[in-house]
């Protein structure tokens, strides 16, 4: 298992890396400001809450589960994020 600063950095570099995609994607786009404004507030919420979520882990449930499952929440909230950016960039 990697250390808990990894995985913070995981989750960072990932955040970054779906607003940068976003960003870019806004400007060619018809999507409205309010819409990427959203998906911008979806995608520093998520990064916020699963850096905390790997600072404190639950009591009780072993190491390995608790972080096995943590990941794939992340990786399920992230693709839908990038559906999401997918979505508006191909509005018309």
Known sequence: ??????????????????????FYLSYASKGTTAEWVEVFDRIFSMQ????????HAEPGMPARKYFDTLCCAFNEDA??????????????
């Open 79 to 92: 693709k839908a994020i990038l559906d999401e950016i997918r979505r508006l960039a191909e509005k018309e």
């Open 48 to 55: 916020n809450d699963y850096t905390a979520r790997v600072s």
């Open 1 to 22: 298992m990697a250390s808990r600063k990894d995985l913070k950095k995981v989750i960072a570099y990932i955040a970054d890396e779906l607003a940068t995609e976003a």
